[in-house]
Nanobody, 123 residues
Framework: QVQLVESGGGLVQPGGSLRLSCAAS????????MGWYRQAPGKQRELVAG???????GYGDSVKGRFTISRDNAKNTVYLQMNSLKPEDTAVYYC?????????????????WGQGTQVTVSS
């Protein structure tokens, strides 16, 4: 069993900051890329930021220069530092991990998702 648990969402005023965390736990052999996606009401889920196991990062155009993704491989945790937040950043934020899990002698590679955390930017 593998779980991704997000934390750190909430209500913040425009221009404010939040830091999201996502911890992966369970029978994990190795984690490759990790990322954050978001989905606003009535819109498709979109990529916010991604990071490889080696620390290479990529960002969606709408968050470049404002958001920073990082990870702690020892803790199987990925973070998203969000600064200069705007009302259009309001969405449910989901953590994603591409990883190899195991059960006994069986190893498999799959994509896993967290349950989502709400971020609301409003005055």
């Amino acid at each position: 069993q593998v779980q991704l648990v997000e934390s750190g969402g909430g209500l913040v005023q425009p221009g404010g900051s939040l830091r999201l965390s996502c911890a992966a736990s369970g029978s994990i052999f190795s984690i490759y890329a990790m990322g954050w996606y978001r989905q606003a009401p009535g819109k498709q889920r979109e990529l916010v930021a991604g990071i490889t196991s080696g620390g290479r990062t990529g960002y969606g155009d709408s968050v470049k220069g404002r958001f920073t993704i990082s990870r702690d491989n020892a803790k199987n945790t990925v973070y998203l530092q969000m600064n200069s937040l705007k009302p259009e950043d309001t969405a449910v934020y989901y953590c994603n991990a591409d990883l190899t899990h195991y059960s006994g002698s069986y190893y498999g590679r799959d994509d896993y998702w967290g349950q989502g955390t709400q971020v609301t930017v409003s005055s």
